[in-house]
Protein backbone atom coordinates (compact mmCIF):
# COMPACT_ATOMS: atom_id res chain seq x y z
CA UNK A 1 0.00 0.00 0.00
CA UNK A 2 1.52 3.45 -0.81
CA UNK A 3 2.50 5.34 1.98
CA UNK A 4 0.57 8.88 1.94
CA UNK A 5 2.88 10.64 3.66
CA UNK A 6 5.71 10.26 1.94
CA UNK A 7 7.61 12.16 -0.16
CA UNK A 8 9.53 10.94 -2.82
CA UNK A 9 12.40 13.64 -4.12
CA UNK A 10 14.51 13.37 -7.11
CA UNK A 11 17.53 15.85 -6.68
CA UNK A 12 19.76 15.85 -10.08
CA UNK A 13 22.96 16.52 -9.12
CA UNK A 14 24.50 19.14 -12.25
CA UNK A 15 26.48 20.24 -13.65
CA UNK A 16 28.69 19.95 -11.37
CA UNK A 17 28.89 18.53 -7.02
CA UNK A 18 28.56 22.34 -6.67
CA UNK A 19 25.02 21.97 -6.68
CA UNK A 20 25.09 19.30 -4.11
CA UNK A 21 26.81 22.30 -2.13
CA UNK A 22 24.04 24.79 -3.11
CA UNK A 23 20.83 22.76 -2.06
CA UNK A 24 22.81 20.95 1.26
CA UNK A 25 21.06 23.01 3.84
CA UNK A 26 17.31 22.10 2.30
CA UNK A 27 17.99 18.63 2.07
CA UNK A 28 19.58 18.37 5.47
CA UNK A 29 16.31 20.39 7.04
CA UNK A 30 13.87 18.87 4.86
CA UNK A 31 14.99 15.39 6.30
CA UNK A 32 15.40 16.84 10.06
CA UNK A 33 11.57 18.34 9.86
CA UNK A 34 10.00 15.47 7.50
CA UNK A 35 11.80 12.30 8.48
CA UNK A 36 9.17 10.15 6.04
CA UNK A 37 10.72 11.65 3.08
CA UNK A 38 13.02 9.57 0.73
CA UNK A 39 15.52 11.61 -1.72
CA UNK A 40 17.11 9.76 -4.53
CA UNK A 41 20.31 11.39 -5.99
CA UNK A 42 20.95 11.03 -9.78
CA UNK A 43 23.97 12.02 -11.69
CA UNK A 44 22.83 12.39 -15.36
CA UNK A 45 26.70 13.14 -17.08
CA UNK A 46 29.71 11.23 -16.73
CA UNK A 47 32.19 12.20 -13.91
CA UNK A 48 29.93 14.11 -11.51
CA UNK A 49 30.09 11.19 -8.99
CA UNK A 50 33.56 10.36 -9.09
CA UNK A 51 34.30 14.08 -8.15
CA UNK A 52 32.94 13.65 -5.19
CA UNK A 53 35.43 13.75 -2.24
CA UNK A 54 33.97 11.50 0.62
CA UNK A 55 36.01 12.84 3.16
CA UNK A 56 34.61 16.38 2.47
CA UNK A 57 31.79 17.50 5.23
CA UNK A 58 29.10 18.21 2.51
CA UNK A 59 29.48 14.95 1.09
CA UNK A 60 29.36 13.40 4.82
CA UNK A 61 26.30 15.25 6.31
CA UNK A 62 24.37 14.68 3.33
CA UNK A 63 25.15 11.21 2.24
CA UNK A 64 22.78 9.66 5.04
CA UNK A 65 20.06 12.12 4.17
CA UNK A 66 20.24 10.14 0.77
CA UNK A 67 18.42 6.65 0.13
CA UNK A 68 19.33 6.18 -3.51
CA UNK A 69 22.42 7.10 -6.22
CA UNK A 70 21.66 7.04 -9.41
CA UNK A 71 24.07 7.16 -12.30
CA UNK A 72 23.01 7.52 -15.86
CA UNK A 73 24.95 5.79 -18.91
CA UNK A 74 24.12 8.18 -21.78
CA UNK A 75 25.16 6.03 -24.20
CA UNK A 76 23.35 3.30 -23.66
CA UNK A 77 19.87 5.51 -21.74
CA UNK A 78 20.30 2.53 -18.95
CA UNK A 79 20.30 3.74 -14.98
CA UNK A 80 22.59 1.91 -12.25
CA UNK A 81 21.11 2.68 -8.46
CA UNK A 82 23.04 1.86 -5.37
CA UNK A 83 23.13 3.05 -1.71
CA UNK A 84 26.34 4.26 -1.26
CA UNK A 85 28.82 7.28 -2.64
CA UNK A 86 31.59 4.86 -2.81
CA UNK A 87 30.17 2.65 -5.17
CA UNK A 88 28.44 5.64 -7.72
CA UNK A 89 31.80 6.74 -7.93
CA UNK A 90 33.19 3.35 -8.44
CA UNK A 91 30.01 2.73 -11.49
CA UNK A 92 30.57 6.68 -12.31
CA UNK A 93 34.96 5.93 -12.72
CA UNK A 94 33.89 2.06 -14.90
CA UNK A 95 31.19 4.28 -17.44
CA UNK A 96 34.19 6.52 -17.98
CA UNK A 97 36.98 3.87 -18.59
CA UNK A 98 33.97 2.43 -21.35
CA UNK A 99 33.74 5.16 -22.66
CA UNK A 100 36.83 6.17 -23.15
CA UNK A 101 37.98 2.47 -24.74
CA UNK A 102 34.74 3.34 -27.02
CA UNK A 103 36.28 6.25 -28.27
CA UNK A 104 39.74 4.14 -29.13
CA UNK A 105 41.42 6.30 -26.75
CA UNK A 106 42.75 2.67 -25.06
CA UNK A 107 43.39 1.31 -28.34
CA UNK A 108 47.60 0.87 -27.28
CA UNK A 109 46.65 -1.17 -24.31
CA UNK A 110 47.46 -5.04 -24.79
CA UNK A 111 44.42 -6.97 -25.11
CA UNK A 112 44.79 -8.42 -21.62
CA UNK A 113 44.47 -5.18 -20.32
CA UNK A 114 41.75 -3.94 -22.75
CA UNK A 115 39.39 -7.43 -21.46
CA UNK A 116 40.13 -6.37 -18.07
CA UNK A 117 38.66 -2.96 -18.17
CA UNK A 118 36.11 -4.26 -19.89
CA UNK A 119 35.49 -6.73 -16.95
CA UNK A 120 35.71 -4.61 -14.42
CA UNK A 121 32.86 -2.57 -16.15
CA UNK A 122 30.98 -5.92 -16.51
CA UNK A 123 31.41 -6.75 -12.63
CA UNK A 124 29.52 -2.88 -12.25
CA UNK A 125 26.34 -3.43 -14.14
CA UNK A 126 25.02 -6.77 -12.38
CA UNK A 127 21.74 -6.90 -11.80
CA UNK A 128 20.72 -5.96 -8.22
CA UNK A 129 22.41 -2.05 -9.50
CA UNK A 130 20.56 -2.12 -13.03
CA UNK A 131 16.97 -0.06 -13.17
CA UNK A 132 15.20 -2.80 -14.34
CA UNK A 133 11.94 -0.93 -15.05
CA UNK A 134 12.30 2.86 -15.88
CA UNK A 135 8.25 3.51 -16.19
CA UNK A 136 7.90 2.84 -12.73
CA UNK A 137 11.30 4.36 -11.06
CA UNK A 138 10.38 7.80 -12.67
CA UNK A 139 7.16 7.27 -11.73
CA UNK A 140 7.12 7.35 -7.91
CA UNK A 141 8.60 10.49 -7.93
CA UNK A 142 6.86 13.75 -6.40
CA UNK A 143 9.23 16.59 -6.42
CA UNK A 144 12.44 17.45 -8.55
CA UNK A 145 15.33 19.07 -6.90
CA UNK A 146 17.87 20.82 -9.26
CA UNK A 147 19.01 23.73 -10.76
CA UNK A 148 16.80 25.35 -14.26
CA UNK A 149 19.92 26.25 -15.83
CA UNK A 150 20.19 22.25 -16.44
CA UNK A 151 16.65 21.82 -17.73
CA UNK A 152 17.47 21.79 -21.89
CA UNK A 153 20.82 20.13 -21.47
CA UNK A 154 20.68 17.16 -24.12
CA UNK A 155 22.07 14.64 -20.67
CA UNK A 156 18.75 15.68 -18.47
CA UNK A 157 16.07 14.97 -21.79
CA UNK A 158 15.76 11.60 -21.29
CA UNK A 159 15.19 12.51 -17.33
CA UNK A 160 13.07 15.51 -17.20
CA UNK A 161 10.64 14.35 -20.36
CA UNK A 162 9.44 11.32 -17.83
CA UNK A 163 9.55 13.77 -14.80
CA UNK A 164 7.16 16.57 -17.17
CA UNK A 165 4.41 16.68 -14.55
CA UNK A 166 6.14 16.59 -11.37
CA UNK A 167 7.23 19.79 -10.00
CA UNK A 168 10.20 20.95 -9.65
CA UNK A 169 12.40 23.34 -7.65
CA UNK A 170 15.68 24.65 -8.98
CA UNK A 171 18.44 26.76 -6.82
CA UNK A 172 21.62 28.11 -8.79
CA UNK A 173 24.52 25.76 -8.60
CA UNK A 174 27.14 29.15 -8.54
CA UNK A 175 26.77 32.09 -6.96
CA UNK A 176 27.15 34.10 -10.14
CA UNK A 177 24.16 37.05 -10.07
CA UNK A 178 22.16 35.59 -12.92
CA UNK A 179 20.52 39.03 -13.30
CA UNK A 180 21.67 39.73 -16.99
CA UNK A 181 20.03 38.31 -19.90
CA UNK A 182 22.78 37.18 -22.03
CA UNK A 183 20.37 35.03 -23.81
CA UNK A 184 17.02 35.91 -24.45
CA UNK A 185 15.37 32.96 -25.39
CA UNK A 186 11.64 33.35 -24.50
CA UNK A 187 9.09 35.39 -24.49
CA UNK A 188 6.74 36.51 -21.45
CA UNK A 189 3.46 35.32 -23.36
CA UNK A 190 4.75 32.29 -25.06
CA UNK A 191 7.02 30.25 -22.30
CA UNK A 192 8.22 26.46 -22.65
CA UNK A 193 5.06 24.51 -21.08
CA UNK A 194 7.59 22.11 -19.76
CA UNK A 195 8.53 25.06 -16.96
CA UNK A 196 5.48 25.44 -16.01
CA UNK A 197 5.83 23.12 -12.87
CA UNK A 198 9.58 24.82 -11.98
CA UNK A 199 9.44 26.74 -9.25
CA UNK A 200 13.11 28.83 -8.77
CA UNK A 201 14.50 30.30 -5.37
CA UNK A 202 16.21 33.08 -6.44
CA UNK A 203 19.27 35.23 -4.95
CA UNK A 204 17.62 38.48 -5.45
CA UNK A 205 14.87 40.25 -6.93
CA UNK A 206 16.59 41.47 -9.78
CA UNK A 207 16.95 38.10 -11.38
CA UNK A 208 13.41 37.92 -12.09
CA UNK A 209 13.94 38.90 -15.97
CA UNK A 210 16.65 36.33 -16.33
CA UNK A 211 14.59 33.59 -15.37
CA UNK A 212 11.74 34.16 -16.96
CA UNK A 213 13.59 35.17 -20.11
CA UNK A 214 16.54 33.13 -20.41
CA UNK A 215 14.83 30.13 -18.78
CA UNK A 216 11.49 30.15 -19.10
CA UNK A 217 10.21 30.17 -15.88
CA UNK A 218 6.48 31.80 -15.36
CA UNK A 219 7.21 34.99 -13.15
CA UNK A 220 4.79 33.54 -10.80
CA UNK A 221 7.13 31.25 -9.64
CA UNK A 222 10.07 33.03 -9.16
CA UNK A 223 10.58 33.40 -4.94
CA UNK A 224 13.72 35.31 -3.90
CA UNK A 225 15.16 33.84 -0.65
CA UNK A 226 18.93 34.66 -0.66
CA UNK A 227 21.38 32.30 -0.65
CA UNK A 228 20.40 28.95 1.32
CA UNK A 229 23.65 28.33 2.50
CA UNK A 230 24.59 31.61 3.72
CA UNK A 231 21.48 30.98 6.34
CA UNK A 232 22.86 32.05 9.69
CA UNK A 233 21.42 28.93 10.83
CA UNK A 234 22.87 26.85 8.35
CA UNK A 235 26.69 28.36 8.84
CA UNK A 236 26.72 27.78 12.67
CA UNK A 237 25.09 24.53 12.29
CA UNK A 238 27.76 23.63 10.16
CA UNK A 239 30.50 24.79 11.91
CA UNK A 240 29.52 22.57 14.67
CA UNK A 241 29.67 19.42 12.58
CA UNK A 242 32.27 16.95 14.59
CA UNK A 243 34.07 17.02 11.02
CA UNK A 244 34.51 20.87 10.41
CA UNK A 245 35.99 20.99 14.11
CA UNK A 246 38.47 17.99 13.00
CA UNK A 247 39.68 19.78 10.42
CA UNK A 248 39.71 23.07 11.99
CA UNK A 249 41.82 21.75 14.36
CA UNK A 250 44.71 20.83 11.84
CA UNK A 251 44.83 24.46 10.39
CA UNK A 252 47.44 27.13 11.57
CA UNK A 253 47.38 28.64 15.16
CA UNK A 254 49.30 31.45 13.90
CA UNK A 255 47.67 33.96 11.68
CA UNK A 256 47.31 32.74 7.48
CA UNK A 257 46.07 33.67 4.14
CA UNK A 258 43.26 31.55 3.07
CA UNK A 259 44.28 31.07 -0.96
CA UNK A 260 40.99 29.66 -3.01
CA UNK A 261 42.99 27.72 -5.87
CA UNK A 262 41.29 27.12 -9.28
CA UNK A 263 42.76 24.87 -12.32
CA UNK A 264 45.66 26.15 -13.86
CA UNK A 265 46.73 26.45 -17.71
CA UNK A 266 43.22 27.71 -18.43
CA UNK A 267 42.00 30.57 -21.01
CA UNK A 268 41.33 32.54 -17.90
CA UNK A 269 44.78 31.90 -16.45
CA UNK A 270 47.82 30.51 -18.02
CA UNK A 271 50.65 28.71 -15.98
CA UNK A 272 52.65 31.36 -16.14
CA UNK A 273 50.22 33.88 -15.03
CA UNK A 274 49.33 31.33 -11.96
CA UNK A 275 52.88 30.99 -10.82
CA UNK A 276 53.67 34.48 -11.01
CA UNK A 277 50.40 35.56 -8.66
CA UNK A 278 51.73 32.28 -6.29
CA UNK A 279 54.61 34.05 -6.26
CA UNK A 280 53.26 37.57 -5.05
CA UNK A 281 50.87 35.99 -2.06
CA UNK A 282 54.19 34.04 -1.23
CA UNK A 283 56.21 37.73 -0.89
CA UNK A 284 53.06 39.19 0.76
CA UNK A 285 53.00 36.36 3.44
CA UNK A 286 56.47 35.50 4.35
CA UNK A 287 58.23 38.66 3.86
CA UNK A 288 55.79 41.58 4.24
CA UNK A 289 53.59 39.76 6.82
CA UNK A 290 55.01 36.84 8.79
CA UNK A 291 52.03 35.01 8.54
CA UNK A 292 50.98 31.16 7.01
CA UNK A 293 49.59 30.10 3.57
CA UNK A 294 46.63 27.53 3.66
CA UNK A 295 45.63 26.67 -0.20
CA UNK A 296 41.85 25.27 -0.40
CA UNK A 297 42.38 23.05 -4.08
CA UNK A 298 38.95 23.22 -6.58
CA UNK A 299 37.42 20.10 -6.97
CA UNK A 300 38.48 19.51 -10.31
CA UNK A 301 41.97 20.07 -9.05
CA UNK A 302 44.75 17.88 -7.78
CA UNK A 303 47.70 18.82 -5.80
CA UNK A 304 49.53 20.97 -8.19
CA UNK A 305 53.16 20.69 -8.24
CA UNK A 306 53.80 24.30 -8.81
CA UNK A 307 52.96 25.10 -5.22
CA UNK A 308 55.17 22.89 -3.53
CA UNK A 309 57.70 24.35 -6.20
CA UNK A 310 56.77 28.05 -5.40
CA UNK A 311 55.75 27.86 -1.57
CA UNK A 312 58.66 25.57 -0.81
CA UNK A 313 58.69 21.87 -0.39
CA UNK A 314 60.76 21.52 2.53
CA UNK A 315 58.11 24.70 4.65
CA UNK A 316 54.88 22.27 4.16
CA UNK A 317 53.45 21.95 7.32
CA UNK A 318 55.37 25.06 8.49
CA UNK A 319 54.32 28.30 6.88
CA UNK A 320 51.82 26.42 4.23
CA UNK A 321 49.62 23.23 3.66
CA UNK A 322 46.55 22.29 1.56
CA UNK A 323 43.43 21.44 3.38
CA UNK A 324 40.16 20.28 2.32
CA UNK A 325 38.29 21.77 5.11
CA UNK A 326 35.17 23.80 3.95
CA UNK A 327 35.83 27.48 3.10
CA UNK A 328 33.63 28.38 6.02
CA UNK A 329 36.05 26.72 8.23
CA UNK A 330 39.32 27.82 7.12
CA UNK A 331 38.00 31.60 6.11
CA UNK A 332 36.80 31.87 9.61
CA UNK A 333 39.91 31.60 11.17
CA UNK A 334 41.69 33.39 8.44
CA UNK A 335 43.41 37.04 8.72
CA UNK A 336 41.73 37.19 4.70
CA UNK A 337 41.21 35.25 1.46
CA UNK A 338 43.13 35.15 -2.05
CA UNK A 339 41.47 34.14 -4.73
CA UNK A 340 42.16 33.96 -8.75
CA UNK A 341 38.12 34.04 -9.55
CA UNK A 342 35.55 32.17 -7.40
CA UNK A 343 32.12 32.45 -6.00
CA UNK A 344 33.83 31.61 -2.51
CA UNK A 345 34.30 35.52 -1.70
CA UNK A 346 30.99 35.38 -1.71
CA UNK A 347 30.23 33.17 0.99
CA UNK A 348 33.40 34.72 2.95
CA UNK A 349 31.34 37.64 3.30
CA UNK A 350 29.10 35.77 4.78
CA UNK A 351 31.23 35.82 7.93
CA UNK A 352 33.07 39.32 7.64
CA UNK A 353 36.16 37.89 5.88
CA UNK A 354 37.15 39.77 2.68
CA UNK A 355 38.70 38.43 -0.04
CA UNK A 356 41.57 40.08 -2.54
CA UNK A 357 40.96 38.90 -5.88
CA UNK A 358 44.50 38.72 -8.14
CA UNK A 359 43.78 38.42 -11.45
CA UNK A 360 44.96 39.96 -14.71
CA UNK A 361 43.00 39.78 -17.88
CA UNK A 362 44.95 42.33 -19.45
CA UNK A 363 46.23 40.84 -22.76
CA UNK A 364 44.19 37.73 -23.08
CA UNK A 365 41.59 38.27 -25.99
CA UNK A 366 38.77 36.76 -24.44
CA UNK A 367 38.39 39.08 -21.28
CA UNK A 368 40.61 42.13 -22.82
CA UNK A 369 39.15 42.11 -26.47
CA UNK A 370 35.75 40.82 -25.51
CA UNK A 371 34.97 41.32 -22.31
CA UNK A 372 32.48 44.24 -21.40
CA UNK A 373 32.97 44.88 -17.96
CA UNK A 374 35.67 47.14 -17.09
CA UNK A 375 37.12 48.76 -13.82
CA UNK A 376 37.12 52.26 -12.82
CA UNK A 377 40.96 52.27 -14.97
CA UNK A 378 39.07 50.65 -18.21
CA UNK A 379 40.84 47.40 -17.32
CA UNK A 380 38.95 43.91 -18.33
CA UNK A 381 37.50 42.59 -14.97
CA UNK A 382 34.79 39.72 -14.36
CA UNK A 383 31.24 40.15 -12.81
CA UNK A 384 32.28 39.66 -9.07
CA UNK A 385 35.26 42.33 -8.99
CA UNK A 386 33.15 44.46 -11.12
CA UNK A 387 30.06 44.20 -8.71
CA UNK A 388 32.40 44.91 -5.68
CA UNK A 389 32.41 41.87 -4.41
CA UNK A 390 35.69 41.57 -3.93
CA UNK A 391 39.01 43.93 -3.65
CA UNK A 392 40.27 43.56 -7.17
CA UNK A 393 44.06 43.75 -8.14
CA UNK A 394 45.53 42.98 -11.23
CA UNK A 395 49.52 43.67 -10.54
CA UNK A 396 51.68 42.92 -7.66
CA UNK A 397 51.25 46.96 -6.34
CA UNK A 398 48.07 46.92 -6.63
CA UNK A 399 47.23 43.63 -4.63
CA UNK A 400 49.58 45.22 -1.73
CA UNK A 401 47.86 47.83 -1.54
CA UNK A 402 44.84 46.01 -0.61
CA UNK A 403 46.24 43.68 1.45
CA UNK A 404 47.44 47.29 3.60
CA UNK A 405 43.77 48.39 3.26
CA UNK A 406 42.63 45.10 4.67
CA UNK A 407 45.07 45.45 7.35
CA UNK A 408 45.03 48.91 8.33
CA UNK A 409 40.69 49.70 7.89
CA UNK A 410 39.68 46.20 7.81
CA UNK A 411 35.45 47.19 9.11
CA UNK A 412 36.01 50.32 6.26
CA UNK A 413 36.77 47.25 3.77
CA UNK A 414 34.22 45.21 5.25
CA UNK A 415 31.45 47.74 5.15
CA UNK A 416 31.80 48.22 1.33
CA UNK A 417 31.69 44.19 1.16
CA UNK A 418 28.59 44.26 3.30
CA UNK A 419 27.24 46.86 1.20
CA UNK A 420 28.38 45.35 -2.03
CA UNK A 421 26.51 42.39 -1.06
CA UNK A 422 23.00 43.62 0.45
CA UNK A 423 22.90 45.29 -3.25
CA UNK A 424 23.16 41.56 -5.10
CA UNK A 425 21.80 39.54 -2.82
CA UNK A 426 18.60 38.97 -0.83
CA UNK A 427 19.19 38.72 3.12
CA UNK A 428 19.75 34.92 3.69
CA UNK A 429 18.24 34.90 6.83
CA UNK A 430 15.50 32.03 7.46
CA UNK A 431 16.07 31.17 3.68
CA UNK A 432 15.83 27.61 4.31
CA UNK A 433 12.67 27.56 5.73
CA UNK A 434 10.69 29.71 3.32
CA UNK A 435 12.47 26.77 0.92
CA UNK A 436 11.17 24.20 2.76
CA UNK A 437 7.43 26.13 3.00
CA UNK A 438 7.29 26.45 -0.74
CA UNK A 439 8.56 22.89 -1.58
CA UNK A 440 6.05 21.65 0.66
CA UNK A 441 3.13 23.80 -0.37
CA UNK A 442 3.29 22.83 -3.89
CA UNK A 443 3.67 18.53 -3.57
CA UNK A 444 1.33 16.48 -1.92
CA UNK A 445 3.08 16.34 1.49
CA UNK A 446 1.17 19.47 2.22
CA UNK A 447 -1.68 17.20 3.19
CA UNK A 448 0.02 15.07 5.23
CA UNK A 449 0.31 17.26 8.16
CA UNK A 450 3.78 15.35 9.14
CA UNK A 451 6.33 18.40 8.73
CA UNK A 452 8.03 18.44 12.58
CA UNK A 453 9.72 22.05 12.58
CA UNK A 454 13.25 22.13 13.98
CA UNK A 455 16.58 24.16 14.28
CA UNK A 456 18.75 21.82 12.80
CA UNK A 457 20.92 19.88 14.43
CA UNK A 458 24.33 17.98 14.60
Not at 125 to 131: A, M
Request: with cysteine; glycine share 4%.
Amino acid sequence: MEDKNLLNILFICSPSIGLMDAWSPVLLKLRQEYPSASISTLFPRKQIASQLDTSTTVVKLVEPVIDSFIIQDLTRGVLYSCKTIDKAKEIDNALHVKYRASRRSLTYLPKTLANHVQSTFMRNKQKEFRVKDQNSFFKKFDAVFYDVYEHSKKYNHHILSRLSHVPKFSINHGLKPRFIVSQKNYDEDSLPADRKKTIAFLNADHEKDSYVQRFGVPRQNLIVTGVQRHDPAYIHYFLQSKSEQKKGGALFDDDYIFLISRPGDTPLQSLERIKKSICTIKHVAYDLLNVKIVVKLHPKEIKQSYYSEILGEKEYGKKWMFSNAHPFTIGRHCLFAVSYYSGVAVDLIALDIPTIELLDLRGIHKYDELNKLRNKKGDPVLNYRYHGLVLGSSTKEEFIHQVKRVMNHREEVMKELRAAYEKMYHSPDQSIDHSIEAILKRTRASKSGTRQKKELTI
